[in-house]
């Protein structure tokens, strides 16, 4: 072939590879051009894996799906894998008298004779991968001119083989990471690491035991701070569904107008604002779970399309008329009583009753004293590990003070609780004066009250009456009506505490 021609070929070539952003859609058309002008009957473009030390076919021309993945060699094996392993090229002027030749893929039967051209893929100096083509058999080709030809275009094409091994090799890292925080998850959201061995927290994991298998609706009911995602969280991690998505929303942050799109999605243009087309949450979590926290805050217009998708599994986006259908488990949770807002006609009844088919109530931590030291010992190892300290155990007087509250922000409340001694304790061990002023204790601190209750009450009335008297500049009638009594209690009671409205006049 004349040099012009070969040269016009090369030129067309670096046009194709920087024509594509698509790697593997340029190196196809690169295989093309070489089939179209150079008399190609069949390439590959074929990549070392060096973890598995395996050559795979990434790229092919004149081969079917099935040969493709037939053609798979080990580092050495065949004439591919002599030519990756050794980094020199080979050309065989007839291939079916060549011994090493594998022909795994079974491309090359009932056909006339071929010569076949492999050349190393390089980065820098490390072979990454190969190129090779099978040419009708000619005695008068050079196979030395073959081989350099061959030997520029695997250099042209070397940055996209490295492209493509690279991108090979994070999809495996990513594959082999999303396998590990998949575990993590599963071992992280496993009933078995919700903290506690009381009666009532036993109770609880049975019932997650019960429901995770099924597709049923779950209604996790408890005060703020009770660990309701975290159950939620351990249903999804422990059903059918575990690898499936889990979408999170908290209808309490949303305001009322926003609240809709963002369960259901809109159309573009639907209302101002809204200048693409968006997937709601419920779009999003099609054959996994919806987790839909703090339920009791949904607005009534937005309950009865909730409502239709717990019935009918199918809804519409704001501002549009399609229907789209979705296999979607939920968890639903509220720290409301729900009953109440029932009854105030605040909350819909039948969507109440279709939430409601397995509720999950989350005991208070007050009620489950047992499982205070638990908690405590374990926030006292996360944080301890986190802030990188050797905090080793809880002083007895501060376990005194921790059982002897009443954790009205129950387990959040704790947890923070013990964040702050961790960081302000420097001795290995959390005291008293480490628990914050909340939870500190009368007796502890030396500021029980000294006066009784009654004493306390003969106070504040007295002081009372003084303003009174003050501000109606010691008009008895007035000063009276100014603390709703009569003027014979007023008089009584002045006189009991030595107040004399002469004084203020």
């Known amino acids: 072939m004349p040099v012009t021609q070969e040269l016009e070929i090369l030129y067309d070539i670096s046009q194709t590879l920087n024509k594509y952003t698509d790697l593997k859609k340029s190196l196809y058309e690169v295989m093309a051009i070489l089939a179209e002008k150079k008399g190609m009957v069949r390439g590959t473009v074929t990549i070392l894996n060096k973890s598995k030390r395996e050559i795979e076919i990434e790229v092919a021309h004149g081969l079917s799906k099935t040969a493709m993945e037939k053609g798979k060699y080990f580092l050495g094996e065949g004439i591919t894998g002599s030519v990756i392993e050794s980094g020199e090229p080979i050309a065989i002027p007839k291939i079916s008298q060549e011994q090493k030749f594998l022909n795994r893929t079974q491309a090359r039967q ?34 030395d001119e073959g081989i350099f030809f061959l030997s520029v275009v695997a250099a042209m094409i070397a940055r996209q083989v490295i492209n493509l091994e690279r991108i090979r090799s994070e999809k495996e890292k990513l594959k082999l990471e999303n396998l590990r925080l ?24 049975k019932m997650i035991s019960q429901v995770s298998g099924s597709n049923a609706t779950v209604l996790i009911r408890g005060e703020s701070g009770t660990g309701k995602e ?8 422990n059903s059918p569904r575990a690898e499936k998505p889990f979408i999170k929303i908290n209808c309490s942050a949303l305001p009322p107008n926003l609240i809709e799109s963002e369960l259901f999605g ?13 997937k ?15 339920m009791g805050s949904v607005d009534p217009s937005v309950q009865v399309r909730l409502l239709r998708v717990l019935q009918e599994k199918s809804f519409e986006r704001v501002g549009g008329n399609k229907t789209i259908n979705v296999d ?17 006609a605040e909350f819909r009844g039948d969507l109440y009753y279709r939430l409601n088919v397995f509720p999950i109530f ?7 004293k047992t499982d205070i030291l638990l908690l405590a010992d374990h926030f006292l190892i996360k944080y301890s590990k986190e802030n990188n300290k050797e905090i080793k155990r809880l002083s007895t007087p501060a376990i005194d003070m921790l059982m002897a509250y009443h954790w009205p922000g129950n387990v959040r409340e704790l947890e923070n609780c013990i964040e702050r001694a961790v960081l302000l304790s420097e001795e290995g061990v959390i005291h008293t004066y480490h628990l914050p002023p909340t939870i500190q204790m009368g007796d502890s601190t030396d500021t029980l009250p000294s006066a009784s209750l009654e004493e306390a009450v003969e106070t504040v009335e007295r002081e009372m009456i003084i303003d009174s008297l003050k501000n109606s500049k010691g008009n008895v009638t007035k000063a009276a009506e100014l603390l709703k009594t009569t003027v014979r209690k007023f008089s009584y009671k002045a006189k009991l505490y030595g107040v004399n409205y002469k004084d203020y006049r």
């Open 110 to 143: 009932n056909e006339s004779e071929v010569s076949f051209f492999c050349v190393p893929v390089k980065n820098q100096e490390i072979v990454i991968g190969a190129l090779s083509i099978d040419k009708p058999y000619s005695p008068e080709y050079k196979l």
């Open 182 to 205: 998949q575990g993590e998850l599963e071992d992280k959201y496993s009933f078995s690491q919700i903290i506690g061995n009381s009666n009532k927290m036993r109770e609880v994991y």
């Open 230 to 237: 975290l159950v939620a969280n351990s249903i999804h991690y």
């Open 266 to 278: 809109h159309e573009k243009g639907s209302f101002t604002g809204a200048i693409n087309q968006k």
């Open 280 to 294: 709601g949450k419920f779009e999003l979590a099609d054959k996994g779970t919806i987790f839909l926290d703090e």
């Open 328 to 344: 979607v488990r939920v968890i639903a949770a509220t720290n409301r009583n729900l009953e109440d807002a029932v009854e105030k």
């Open 362 to 368: 989350l005991p208070p931590l007050r009620d489950r």
